[in-house]
């Protein structure tokens, strides 16, 4: 009995190692928050340095994407945190909830 039962291990220790071998979805992510902005545009677009004028922001030498009009999701998939517009990973800092610097658009539908 004992036999058996160490033979069946031994076969079902392939089907572990391919198990874990097979890829997982990761967040996308990892280093900032996830937000939902009505866009992400370049940094020197005619909208975002209107807004940072209004807003007194000097953007200058900024290479990073911009998150316009962002708020904060805060669970994916949980029941008032849908994003309609564009689900963004942003890293930087927000001004008046305008502006969102360092932010990268992700798709939340993987």
């Known amino acids: 009995m004992f036999h058996r039962a160490a ?4 076969l ?3 089907l572990l190692a391919a198990a874990s071998a097979v890829p997982r979805q990761t967040s996308q992510c990892n280093t ?3 937000q939902c902005c009505n866009s992400v545009q370049s940094s020197d677009s005619s909208l975002v340095g209107l807004l940072a004028g209004l807003l007194g922001v000097v953007l ?6 911009v998150g316009v009009n962002c708020s904060p ?8 945190n849908s994003c309609s517009a564009q689900p963004a990973c942003c890293t930087g800092n927000t ?6 610097v ?3 658009p992700i798709n939340l539908n993987l």
């Open 7 to 10: 033979s069946l291990c031994v």
């Open 12 to 14: 079902a220790l392939p």
């Open 32 to 34: 900032g928050s996830i």
């Open 60 to 65: 200058g030498g900024l290479t990073s994407q």
């Open 73 to 80: 999701i805060t669970v994916i998939g949980a029941s008032g």
């Open 95 to 100: 001004f008046s909830g305008l502006l969102t």
């Open 102 to 104: 360092g932010c990268s």
